[in-house]
């Protein structure tokens, strides 16, 4: 197993710094530049900014700047934000994001699993096609749809909830995760019920019903660990997706997380914070990819032979 | 059994959890806390660095310049100065410095604080986007463009600790309303030098626990996205008039959602209105909707360099075209005005007296004049725009008229707002949309930009008698004869048509009933020392 870990560790690097070069120069090929607004900056002062942030130099020598400053760690100062570093706005945003993504994937492993498993042992009854056609909307349903309808719900006509906001008011963190969980939710809910469907039909699972245990205990004991092998691989890129992909949930409701600064660095051309957010996406896909794998390997016998 | 009841018990549990018992509105109105909707993350809290209105909000909230804008509009008032003078020829100003001004760190505020901070302003490697804003000053511009590294050349002078006199190269009557700007508010030397350089943009000296200035409150906090508090400044020296306790401004992006917060009771006052939303509130009559007027022009640019657009008489057919009253009526639909002159009327007193009119058969023959009967082999048009559903909008309905009254055929390009900024810039366009929004209270902040050489004009006319006209206005000092010359310009303008004003905006937000103190004025500046809350 430590082989197969530090062999995907090998793999990861070369794939990070080729990420890296190759969103380097596709910034950089955008038209428009951070400086650009509305109210134009007068030439002398654009030269001066362009010299302050190295943005005058050949591009190539740009390029080797960064790469040794990235080897070294630092990804060097926000353009849009002066004063402010890209490492310093990463770590400002990432525990916001981290959090509002380890309460979606609650919110979706319980409802999800929950949903899953109840269908695949009432299969073909009003309790499988029930939670499975909800998990088709919402697999269908947007964020950006779901959010404002929770809101308005439960915030505006019931009152119950605060309709923005993240460790400001009582209750605010239920409305987003919920919002961000429920699509994964709706996701788990299929595999788990495919993989539990499989697994019931096993002949380990028959050997343990007529050896006549009751069967929430074929269900938990036997059936479960094989029947969420396909839902823990998914928790891997969920995982990843749902930190890269709170961009709306945390716009809807109004979250300092990471996601915001991603894409409206994207949007202010803000080069160093581009590069910077796309790198530690990348690095933390390919991190919770090898951690699912892992676990796949240690709930699945076969696999750890294979591998 | 024992588990219906068990549901029901945590169910009323999780209902009375998240009751909010108590909205931050309601719970402001007691502590004096003004929960202010303020658009984006701001840059930076640094005065001479910054650009735009989020940050402009916070800095007239954290510093103070020689002057503030009047919360009902009309002539500043004083801010560090409490009284000034002005030399006959209008090019000396003398201004005298409240003696209880200070930092908000103890150290009294002296006049050679505003020399050291527009030194820095105007040091080239600070990087400062507003330089111009001082380069009304005797030497100003020189020692910014380099071509003299000596800052006495400048016109500013600390004549004792409460004397400042600063010389212009001409009289400029909109002075004073400039100094009210962040741009020229000072900055405190000891802060700044013990976090960085004069000239260092990335220096820490604006965060919490560093940050040292002279206005109504104090930076308490700041998280990214999140917040930004400012809290009473004691030591402020108008403090006993500043009634808010605490200011603390969200940076909400998505207008929804400032809505939704507006309506929870989670905010005082919006940044805006959503698009979809205005009309709605108009019609029912919302009673926390403000539509004020604002010192803003929506326009369309016009490449004059264009081979076909060159041709006056093309660009008149085009103004002449569009039915700016049904725009505003159908289109846009929040109170906007149709806008007839470059300069919104009202601007200072100053009343254009100039005319687009509707006249789609003017137009048609203005076409034929040019070579074009009823449209024909008039190549196919195209209006650049960045994406926003409103600019869309206006653009299919302005599509529609040129197609209709002329006969010719329109094209809409939707760029990303910095391949829209890249491509006017690079004069890689036919028609653009543009709006521009007033810098201060007068007549200049919109037609000094369509002078020659001028970075914002990017239409690629030049107009001699405009820039003379211009000029001249700049360098007299009687404010009738000012507006005479400046009406002239305006009638260049308007009748050579290198922009075509569609409206004039509007500002339009929401506001709960509790704040008072709030007036609507021309700049949309209100001063967080007039504001306070009651209900």
Known sequence: MLQVILKRIAIAIPVILVVASVTFFLVRMAP?????????????????????????????????????????????PSFRYPGRSVTEMIYTGLPVTFELAFYAIIVAMIIGVLAGVIAAVKRNTMLDYIPMTIAMIGICMPTFLLGPLLVLFFGIQLELLPVSGWDSLAGDKILPSITLGAAYA?????????????????????????????????IINHALQGGLVPVVSFLGPATAGLIGGSFVVETIFQIPGLGRFYVEAAFNRDYTMILGTTIFFSTLIIFFNLLSDIAVLLMNPRARSEA | MKIKYLSYFFLLNFILACSPSISPVDDGLEKQILHFGNGTEPQGLDPHIVTGVPEHHLLISLCEGLTIANPRGGENLPGVAESWQISEDGKTYTFFLNKSAKWSNGDLLVAEDFVWSWERILTPSLGSQYPDMLYYLEGASDFHQGKTSDFTSVGVKAIDDHVLEVKLKNPTPFFIKLLSHYSTYPVHKKTVLQHGTIDDRNGQWTRPGNFVCNGPMNLKTWELNKEIIVEKNPLYWDAQNVKLNQIIYYPVTNESTEDRMFRAGQLHVTNVVPLEKCPVYIENKNPNLRIEPYMGTYFYRVNTLHPILKDKKIRQALAFAINRKQIVEKVSKCGQQAAYSFTPPGSAGYEPDTEVPFNPELAKSLLAEAGYEDGKNFPLLEILFNTQEGHRKIALAIQQMWQENLGISVQLVNQDWKVYLAREMTGDFQISRAGWIGDYEDPNTFLDTLRPNRGNNKTGWENKEYDRLVELANKTNDQEKRYEYLNEAEKILIDEMPIIPIYTYVRQYQLSNDVKGWYPNLLDTHHPKFIYLER
């Open chain 1, 186 to 218: 709706a996701y788990i809910a299929r595999l788990s019920r495919g993989g539990m469907l499989e697994t019931l039909s096993q002949d380990y699972v028959r050997t343990a019903r007529a050896k006549g245990l009751p069967e929430y205990k074929v």
């Open chain 1, 32 to 76: 428009g530049g951070p400086f650009d607004a509305e109210k134009v900056v007068p030439p002398q002062v654009m030269k001066n900014l362009n010299a302050v942030y190295n943005l005058d130099a050949p591009l190539i020598i740009q390029y080797r700047d960064y790469m040794v400053n990235l080897i070294q760690g630092d990804f060097g």
